[in-house]
């Protein structure tokens, strides 16, 4: 069985995004990106499957600038394969990137294709969805676990009302919840053997995908800022101002 | 132009957010229809057409319907889309999981999660967990829109009598089998919805402390919450956590108790109405958007503030 698994390169999780002056976008120069958060548990869950022998081959694919090639090495250094990085530079909308995973579908043939459930910059929660319809395959969408029966897969989704379990039919896509599992580190030597192994690099243009975006996006905000609020002194201060002021209790 | 509204519902009973997306839908166009899919739903169908706003209903019916997968709705959905211009539904996990499906069949790139409509093609919907807001002008002539359901007011839910029309149902999706459904059960108003929201985080020390933080939330009719770390640290089950990855939460009152207030934390949270922080460190984030904020060890604060709920005796309903 080999496994497919889609990694986004994003800012860090940890930093403090920054909307730029001219409303054009968030500040991306000089800040610490890192691989979508979901995306390190789809990695970890296809290489966890891969050790327990279920699996033959991980391979990792991204899309993006050149600089996306980093996040390819990062699911390498942790168990991937090897690596594809397809290239393409502007903003890619959901609905471009799954075409373009489309095509790398119908040449490597994946049994299964993992991702995150949404990635933390534009927040969309849609690409995987969307390469499943593209395919018309089944979908497990916010797996928080995954169990391997035969040519089917047995998934539980973090759904708003609790847990759902689904089985679906091999070949299928999953996308991975934050609950799914811990993802590992990446050893030194890990790291270091990653460095040798393969990243194919292609050009979205060249997959005859028109990646031009649907979306125009007007402008960028900050949010509105609350306004300051004030300390209370003691415990039954709190309770008057939320019953007089506040009229919430 | 006219507007698709896709309801979520049990086949028993409209899902509360419902009304909601319908007064979002209602104000890309006033033409709005909506579709009901389902298994013996006939009770669902009819609360819908009792929506004012609601000028249609559509009805599809059929077994392999009952469990609301994906795979089996999309289909019908497409199909009917034909007649519209814009196809919506909530951002809960139920849209969540469907509409890219739709929107990648009708070739349309999805505009997610929206806060606002500012005209029938242009929303206002977060990025960045929220710590950035961005004006979107979707380009596709047909759009799908999924609509964040505590950024919009329930719509009026009687006084309407819109017809049902019954559509041909699509056929089975094969390869995606529904097995179960494990439903939290609580006699607490759920998290999503709570009209007061009383959250611990790493500062309840252990799980056992918690019984403070529901000792506040039984005075006050509220949800319980948590932070990621309380969740983490095993004080509390992931099914309550706040946050950018849990639920983010909008009530009328929400009350952070030992909770410093990291930024994927606040990205779930600071759209509350009034936000109360109750933190023994005075320089924690959270304090920076709370309404009210308490410097005090929670271990002393929370017994004299149960008290102090008591001196009032109002239960909220």
Redesign the interface.
């Known amino acids: 069985m080999k496994i497919l698994v889609a990694v986004k390169r994003v800012i860090d999780y940890n930093v403090q995004i920054r909307v730029k002056e001219d409303n054009t976008g968030v500040v991306t120069e000089n800040v610490k990106m890192s691989t979508n958060p979901p995306d390190d548990n789809a990695i970890e869950e296809a290489v966890k499957i891969k050790e327990s022998g279920k699996a033959t081959e991980v391979v990792a694919v991204s899309v993006g600038e050149e600089k996306a090639q980093e996040t390819v090495r990062k699911a390498l250094a942790v168990g991937a394969d090897r690596g594809i990085l397809i290239k393409a530079d502007g903003i890619l909308e959901p609905l471009a990137v799954s075409k373009l995973l489309q095509k790398i579908v119908e040449k490597e043939k994946p049994d299964l294709v993992f991702m995150g459930k949404q990635a933390i910059d534009d927040d969309c929660n849609q690409t995987g969805q969307m390469l499943s319809a593209l395919l018309n395959w089944p979908q497990a969408t916010f797996a928080s676990k995954i169990e391997i029966k035969d040519k089917k897969l047995e998934v539980t989704r973090e759904i708003d009302e609790g847990l759902e379990t689904i089985e679906i039919n091999i070949p299928a896509i999953v996308t991975c919840d934050l609950r799914l599992n811990e993802p590992r580190y990446a050893s030194l030597p890990n790291i270091m053997k990653a460095k040798k192994k393969p990243i194919e690099q292609l050009n979205a243009s060249d997959l005859g995908v028109d990646t031009s975006p649907r979306i125009e996006q007007i402008k960028v905000e900050e949010p509105p800022k609350r306004k300051a609020g004030i300390k209370v002194k003691s415990v039954a201060e709190l309770v008057q101002k939320l019953k007089n002021e506040a009229k919430v209790i | 132009m006219s507007v698709l509204l896709i309801a979520e519902h049990n086949n028993k009973e409209l899902k509360s957010f419902t009304l909601n997306a319908v007064t979002a839908a209602s104000q890309m166009d006033s033409d709005l229809h909506a579709v009901i899919i389902g298994n013996n739903c006939g009770d669902a169908a009819k609360k819908l057409s009792e929506l004012p706003l609601v000028k249609k209903v559509i009805q599809v019916e059929a077994a392999h319907y009952e469990n609301f ?3 089996n709705f ?1 289909p019908v959905i497409v199909k009917l889309a034909e007649n519209y211009s814009h196809v919506v539904c909530s ?4 849209g ?10 009708l ?7 929206i806060i606002k409509v500012i005209s029938s093609d ?1 929303f206002l919907r ?15 002539p047909k759009k799908c829109i999924t609509i964040r359901p505590t950024s919009f007011d329930p719509c009026e839910s009687s006084g309407g009598s819109a017809p049902i029309d019954k559509a041909e149902p699509s056929e089975e ?12 059960k609580s006699d607490r108003p759920e998290l ?1 919805t709570a009209r ?1 929201v009383v959250s611990g985080g790493r500062g309840m020390q252990s799980g056992d402390n918690f019984k403070l933080i529901t000792s506040v939330a039984d005075k ?1 009719n509220a949800a319980i919450g948590a932070s990621r770390a309380a969740v983490d640290a095993g004080y509390i089950g ?2 309550h956590q706040v946050g ?2 849990g639920k983010v939460v909008v009530p ?2 929400y009350i952070a108790i030992g909770i410093s207030g990291a ?2 934390h606040l990205a779930g949270m ?1 759209e509350s ?4 922080a109750i933190n023994k460190d ?1 320089e924690a984030p959270i ?10 060890d929670l271990f002393e ?1 929370l017994p ?2 149960i008290e ?2 008591n001196k ?1 005796n ?1 239960i ?1 309903k």
């Open positions: 997968v994906a795979e999309a951002a809960n996990t139920f969540k999981n469907l509409m890219p499906r739709i929107a990648a069949a070739d349309t790139s999805q505009v997610s999660d242009t977060p990025i960045y967990a929220g710590n950035a807001f961005a004006t979107v002008k979707s380009k596709d999706f094969n390869n995606t089998k529904f097995v179960k459904r494990e439903e939290i999503g007061v006050l992931n099914d950018q990855t009328d009152l930024i994927q600071k109405k009034v936000i109360v005075g304090f920076s958007v709370a309404d009210y904020g308490l410097e005090a604060a004299q503030f102090e709920l009032l109002t909220q």
